[in-house]
């Protein structure tokens, strides 16, 4: 049994990835901040962290790429959860009685064009999706309605006032899984798909600097499926890149580091990190 980390608390799309990857015999361990996820990872509060990365709809959480600047944390896994948003709400309620909707920023986003035919109500945003549901249990609140999981309805014991709620019938969103390089690869993970790697690194601010970045890591063999950009906090209007790639199956964590190491030492680029090389998996 591990201590497992994530944000949100039961019921969140987190508990319910953090859930499918290792199990329910786990401990688990709520948090209200990302940061404090990866707080408790690096100080060994717990095994494995559990944190979204980015939405299909929405795009990347970049305030969770800046926290590996600050904790040396590996990325051991990479899952993908198809994301069905639900109304929620109190068993005693109805759709009539609402006047409120409550939920996490980036849910009530994914609903907006099912929230443009509800105008009449509030729309309130709070830190999480269970967290909402619940409050509307805990105040027996029948005018609110909650925007999260079938699992948070099941949780908490309130009604599903309807189901795939969401803006795109494909959303997804993808979480990573994080330990210490120590603890490795859970063996939750058996039905992996492909193997992808991280990297962040700066590159000077000499003309065309980036581009030969990327041509160099093409002709390493690594595709690339996603680069951005972050400010560098102590050196103003400079940014370090943080890049996703698809790998073979045989690629490890040593060869991607060896490679970094030998663009620096041709100085293509600076101050570079791997953040981890790691399977994927699809819920």
Known sequence: MN???????????HHEVAIGYFGQDQRWLGRDHFGEVFDDVEQRRAEYGVVAIENSNVGTIVG????????????????????????????DATIDSITEVRSHPMALDQCRGYLRNQLAWDRIEVSDTAGAAK???????THVAAIGSALAANVYGMSIAARSIQQDATNQTRFWVLANESEG??????????????????????????ADALVAMKASGWNLTKIESRPVPEVPWRYRFYCDMELSSKTSLPEIVS???????????????????YPVNHF
């Open 135 to 141: 409050w509307i249990m805990d105040q027996s609140a």
């Open 64 to 91: 969770n790429l800046d926290h590996f600047e600050r904790v040396n944390l590996q990325i051991v896994a990479e899952v993908y959860l198809s994301v069905q948003q639900c109304l929620l709400i109190h068993p």
């Open 3 to 13: 201590t497992i980390s994530f944000q949100g608390i039961e019921g969140s799309f």
């Open 185 to 210: 690869v859970h063996p939750g993970l058996t039905n992996i798909e492909s193997k992808k790697g991280s990297i962040s690194f700066e590159t000077s601010h000499d003309s065309g600097a980036l």
């Open 259 to 277: 490679s970094l190491n030998s663009l620096e030492q041709q100085e293509i680029i600076e101050s570079s990190r791997v953040l981890g090389v």
